[in-house]
């Protein structure tokens, strides 16, 4: 590869990457706006043609404010989003509600002497279908009229779930217990009414035909053959597109790497060898690079605090109340620990991430800014602010101490998963985020002005700040914006921001970082960033719309996102040639063994892309997977093995990297890190293949075979194969702690010997 090639190479890739960028937001954005125009409507009231009123605007949106201080997706889901214990409330209303529509239907039909009871059934559902999927909201007064029959059901649905929120007769109370719900209700009998309206009115969306059309706001979901809601043409025609086009695409990849292998492994060592000496060894650690060792304390006690969370939320699935008998229920509900334990799961991987950016600045450019440190510091103890005090307003806020509804969402609880902190709080966390990405480019600039590796640093300056914009998507929906449109921006934090741009920061920087130690040819580490994070945004940046397919999008969402989130997966057929790389670098001089935990947890990630984002990932993306899957524990499965598996080793192998400048490895405990790895590992596959994928695949038979409400519910849920296979997460669990606590003891050991 000649230097010509090189550059001519590089400027290409830049030319894809710009004009990627540009068109991929743009569509996003496009259709963003889509999602703003076809959202489905909120009626001023949900009447009788005679006037009787069973909902107004007002007690919809309260309600819906109502969902959010109790936990919102982590009690339960909406059209599918949230948590696993408890109903979707979406589906469970409008199940509910047909079968009492269908009651009254039945009793106001006259009744034929020549008719069976099976064709008088048949004749009743399709009245029932007929009545339940018009569409008969006028734009111009606001309204749904529904028949008198049609707002009885309404009314007797709500008082099972007013019962459900409020009252304590025996019934209410078991089905509290079933939910993992407090015994003790924090809700009074008009906001429970208030919350029944949110439900009906999600409900009212999944079900109702878009005007001119056949198929429901949500595209026909959830599944009730009941009512109609089964696959329309559309999803099975996008469904097959997207396995096309996975096919497609890993046939190209495979046929490009094919032809780059030969050449990317002949020039991968630098032009003038690899380094004989360790880099780490003769560095100056900088006052701001030694500061950011409180980071890495607090990183091991988020991850340890995150697990036994995890622990308790898994436990309440079949206990109910507590763990092991302890009555925790009320001091922990399952709504707080499943929050902080979603939100942990985030923070401990962002905090690794952040301080890594922090520490290697200063190292690669050789530059200490003045008063990075004090920066360092500062940003420090204001996100250790932010997770106190957003985990004490969720812990407030589910107790029910916010009366005012304005109160808890800027300070208590959201109700929007993984971003359910008070605006208030995340406010501040976007701007120590951009704190971050200042400190990170004043310690980054002085490289940027080196020729050599100048593309490779402006790769990683460009991530860190998408970093910090990013996040700023969390901050454009209000308190009573449509769950629609909060939906499309909660997404781009989600999924552009943790599971893409990140990943795009992490890769740039160790490449980075193995080019300075001399283990990587620059220009081959440029052109491979650059080809990655072009193929990210091919099919990242589109497929978030695969998270929207139910969400009250058009179909021309669900379109985009069927065809680009296939592509998601295509990079990952292609690990065994960063595979290789990894273990080349490995075995090729002495003192590169200092780094073999780090590159062991970097061949994690390469594993758990495949199994956690690869294969269960695409097992839940096409649109007719999704249809029946979302919400299981097929979707906890992907979560839990791509999340860890990927971003969390990710997040560790850069904490190790770390640790090699700010601790002695002559002092590290091997053994510790050994037992962490294998026992990390492990647990999660055990935690998957033996829990997790057979819990949502007996779940999706059940959603398949019947309607997806039943397979949330309550009878399914607590029935003896499911219950069984939540206890079947027990030995992964233990061994996967194992791990946590090995490698907790391994930080403290390290870092002891070191002042010692």
């Known amino acids: 590869m000649n230097t010509y090639h090189t550059t001519f190479t590089v400027k290409r890739l830049w030319q894809i990457l710009l004009v990627s960028l540009l068109v991929s937001f743009s569509v996003l954005l496009f259709f963003g706006s889509q999602i703003y125009q076809k959202a489905p409507p909120i009626p001023e009231t949900i009447q009788t043609s005679a006037g009787n009123v069973v909902y107004t605007r007002a007690d919809i949106e309260r309600g819906q404010n109502t969902w959010q201080s109790i936990g919102g997706m982590q009690q339960g889901s909406i059209w599918g989003h949230g948590s696993y214990l408890a109903p979707d409330w979406s589906a469970d209303w ?42 008969t909201y006028d734009p111009h007064t606001g309204n749904v009229i529904v028949s008198p029959n049609r707002a009885l059901a309404m ?88 396995i096309l086009m996975l096919l497609a695409g890993i046939g190209w990849i495979v046929w490009y790497y094919a032809r780059q292998f030969d050449v990317w492994r002949e020039h991968q060592e630098p032009a003038h060898g690899y380094a004989q000496e360790d880099m780490m060894t003769t560095m100056h650690i900088t006052p701001s690079m030694r500061a950011t060792a409180k980071y890495f304390w607090v990183v091991t006690a988020l991850f340890v605090i995150q697990v036994l969370l995890g622990i308790i939320a898994a436990h309440y699935a079949v206990e109910g109340q507590g763990l092991y008998g302890l009555p925790l229920i009320d001091y922990l509900p399952y709504a707080v620990t499943r929050t902080w334990h979603t939100q942990l799961s985030i923070l401990w991987i962002v905090t690794a991430w952040l301080a890594t950016g922090l520490y290697f600045a200063p190292m690669l450019s050789g530059h200490e800014p003045k008063y990075q440190r004090f920066g360092v510091n500062f940003l420090f103890f204001s996100l250790l602010l932010i997770v106190v005090g957003s985990f004490a307003g969720e812990w407030l806020a589910r107790h029910g101490f916010f009366d005012d509804l304005t109160i808890n969402f800027w300070f208590g609880h959201q109700g929007y998963e993984y971003i359910d902190l008070g605006r208030f709080w995340q406010i501040y ?120 397919y139910w ?87 992907h979560a839990h093995a791509a999340l860890f598996g990927v971003y969390g080793m990710l997040g560790l192998g850069l904490m190790l990297f ?89 930080v403290y050991q390290a870092f002891k010997k070191q002042t010692n």
């Open 94 to 135: 409008l199940h509910r509600e047909a079968l009492e529509l269908l009651s009254l239907i039945a009793s106001d039909e006259i009744v034929s002497e020549f008719s069976s009871d099976e064709q008088l059934l048949e004749m009743y559902k399709v009245s029932l279908r007929h009545e339940i999927r018009k569409n």
């Open 155 to 242: 009314r007797i649905v709500a008082r099972h779930y007013i019962k459900l929120f409020t009252a304590k007769d025996e019934s209410s109370l078991k089905l509290r217990k079933d939910y993992a719900f407090p015994l003790n209700s924090v809700l009074n009998e008009q906001d429970a009414r208030q919350l029944t309206a949110f439900f009906c009115w999600t409900a009212w969306a999944a079900v109702t035909n878009r005007p001119n059309d056949d198929v429901s706001y949500t595209s026909n979901w959830a599944h009730d053959p009941l009512v109609g809601n089964t696959p329309s043409a559309s999803i099975l025609m996008w469904s097959l597109i997207s």
């Open 429 to 548: 966390l976007f701007i120590g985020l951009l704190l971050w990405v200042v400190l990170v480019l004043r310690g980054l600039w002085p490289a940027l002005q080196e020729k050599a590796s100048g593309s490779l640093i402006f790769l990683v300056i460009l991530s860190t700040i998408s970093i910090g914009l990013l996040y700023g998507a969390g901050l454009m929906w209000g308190q009573h914006t449509h769950i629609s449109i909060m939906e499309y921006w909660r997404w781009w934090v989600v999924h552009l921001w943790v599971e893409g741009i990140f990943e795009v920061f992490a890769t740039a920087i160790i490449s980075t970082i193995f080019v300075r130690m001399g283990l990587l040819r620059v220009s081959v580490a440029t052109t491979m960033i650059l080809f990655a994070t072009i193929i990210f945004l091919v099919g990242g940046v589109l497929g978030t719309f695969h998270h929207m």
């Open 551 to 637: 969400s009250g999008t058009p179909i021309s969402v669900l379109a985009l996102g069927a065809t680009f989130s296939a592509l998601e997966v295509v990079p990952l057929m292609v690990v065994g040639f960063e595979a290789y790389s990894h273990s080349k670098i490995e075995h090729e001089i002495e003192w590169e063994k200092n780094y073999h935990w780090p590159f062991m947890f970097f061949s994690a990630v390469l594993v758990w892309n495949m199994i956690g984002a690869g294969l269960f990932g695409f097992l839940i993306n096409p649109p007719i997977s999704l249809y029946y899957l979302q919400g299981l524990n097929t979707t906890a499965n």
């Open 658 to 746: 770390c640790l090699r400048g700010l601790t002695d490895i002559n002092h590290w405990n091997q053994n510790l890190l050994k037992i962490s790895f294998w026992s990390l590992n492990i647990g999660l596959a055990m935690m998957t293949f033996l829990s997790l994928l057979p819990q949502g695949l007996w779940q999706a038979y059940a959603s398949i075979k019947h309607y997806y409400a039943f397979a949330r519910s309550a009878e399914f849920m607590h029935s003896a194969v499911m219950e069984g296979l939540v206890w079947a997460r027990v030995p992964g669990d233990i061994i996967f702690s194992v791990g946590v606590f090995a490698f907790a003891m391994f």
